[in-house]
């Protein structure tokens, strides 16, 4: 799944495709909503380096 990630301002804003449905995690504890499905390297500089993100987004499995 494709990201954005943009600095506005002061802020670093991230954009992440939601899963149709929620997936079941890798430890099956959560059901994932949207993830980078690890570390990722976005075209945000700062201080003269790229910036990594990692994002999981999930809710409690029942």
Known sequence: ????AKIVGDELVLRIPMNAKP?????GKTLVVAST???KETDCVVDGKKVIVGVNAYIPKK
Do not use: I
């Open 1 to 4: 799944m494709a990201f954005s």
């Open 23 to 27: 997936e079941k995690s890798a430890s």
């Open 37 to 39: 499905y690890g570390n």
